[in-house]
């Protein structure tokens, strides 16, 4: 498992501003402009100024920072993903990255033999979904991604049976245990795939909010990367 852990956001840039240049500096060194298919979607700032448009920094600060979905396409790639699940999907800047990533494997857009696209994305907004589904159709991605709406802590059981290469939790961080245990249960991960977490020290980080937030659930899966039961359940 892999966690990310993002500092607060501007309105623009998604981190803090005195870490703007290191930003700056990730964002640019993780483009290989020699590859046939770019690792930027040539949508993606559309879609980041479409979000901020509609819904307004506080909503749009939600999108996954661009650098971050870089390292992502990058995971998906290393791992020769064939199939991506994503629990949380806002307007698809994500889905984005990882469905352009699955393209750049080799992967062919549509369904499977059984029915099963490559990248399944679980979000319970039909307002987010609506314009994910329409930032996917623009950036040409659309064949490669089912969206499914409803809560993810009961629509991931309806899973059971697939095997996913790489999955990006990036939801609800009190439901995030709930769904690592389901994950686990279900037997989703792939042998040698990966779960990327996002924000898992959010709710400690005390000198940028306010007040901690009191989280037994989040408090609980935080836990989990040191417990050597959890690297025994995942075959490790």
């Known amino acids: 498992m892999f966690s990310l852990n993002e500092g607060p956001n501007d309105e623009n840039s998604g981190i803090t501003k005195d870490n703007k240049a290191l930003y700056s500096y990730a964002e640019k060194a993780s483009i290989n402009i ?39 396409n990058f995971f998906v790639g290393l791992l020769n993903a064939r199939y991506v699940l994503e629990i949380g999907t806002f307007t698809g800047l994500s889905a984005i990255y ?31 979904t609506r314009h994910a589904r329409n930032n996917l159709n623009i950036a040409g991605l659309s064949d490669y991604v089912d969206i499914i709406v409803g809560d993810a802590r009961q629509e991931i059981l309806n899973l059971k049976g697939r095997k996913f290469d790489f999955i990006y939790i990036d939801a609800d961080k009190n439901s995030y245990k709930k769904y690592y245990d389901s994950i686990l249960e279900l037997g989703l ?16 980080a005390v000198e940028f909010i306010d007040q901690p937030i009191d989280d037994a659930e989040t408090a609980a899966f935080e836990k989990i990367p040191s417990e050597d039961l959890t690297r025994k359940q995942l075959g490790r």
């Open 34 to 72: 020699g590859l046939s298919v770019p690792t930027i979607p040539v949508s993606i700032q559309q879609v980041s100024q479409n979000t901020l448009d509609e819904f307004g920094p506080e909503i749009a600060f939600m999108a996954t920072p661009h650098a971050q979905a870089v390292m992502m």
């Open 98 to 128: 990882l469905a352009h990533a699955l393209k750049r494997n080799g992967v062919e857009p549509g369904p499977d033999d059984l029915g099963f696209m490559p990248l399944t994305c679980l979000d319970m907004s039909e307002v987010f």
């Open 189 to 204: 991960l792939s042998k040698n795939g990966l779960i990327v977490v996002d924000n898992t020290a959010l709710w400690k």
